[in-house]
């Protein structure tokens, strides 16, 4: 959904959240912690966890198959089945998982490429691409070194 304001022209100007994980993201994390939370090796189904934080089953199974296909998680199947954590908590970066999900290792706070002139049509005369590209890399270095772990 578009979310926008009039300005004093009324003219409609669109605004975009700068920094928001999708809903594949949250669920992903939701996901891990609760695994991390249990103990060492031990199986979750989808849908404890599902049931357990009321979150759409379906889009949960998509994010743990992702999950589990970038070694993030393990899974096992049978009456007893459901995943595991791969790695110990400290050890899963926050960048992996977006990668795993959303096939880029960061959320970018802009819609345009700050160092490409070709993404973006006032290029030449923005004035805040320096700024917003060491934003950029300070949470890119952000979410390279946050680790499950810390978000126990």
């Not at 960061?106 to 490429?113: G, L």
Request: hydrophobic share 40%.
């Amino acid at each position: 959904m578009e979310k926008y304001f009039l300005d004093k022209n009324w003219t409609k100007i669109v605004v975009f959240n700068m920094l928001s994980f999708s809903k594949k993201i949250e669920y992903g994390l939701i996901a891990l912690r609760y695994m991390a939370s249990l103990g060492e090796g031990e199986l979750v189904p989808a849908k404890e966890i599902s049931d357990k934080y009321r979150i759409s089953y379906e889009l949960l199974a998509k994010v743990l198959q992702k999950l589990t296909k970038a070694g993030i998680i393990n899974s096992f199947y049978g009456v007893n089945g459901g995943y595991a954590l791969a790695k110990p908590p400290d050890k899963i970066k926050l960048s992996e998982v977006i990668q795993a999900l959303e096939g880029k290792s960061h959320i970018n706070i802009v819609t345009c490429n700050t160092t490409d002139p070709e993404s973006c049509d006032i290029f030449d005369r923005c004035t805040i691409k320096t700024p917003l590209s060491k934003i950029q890399s300070v949470i890119n270095n952000m979410f390279n070194e946050i680790s499950i772990s810390e978000i126990l």
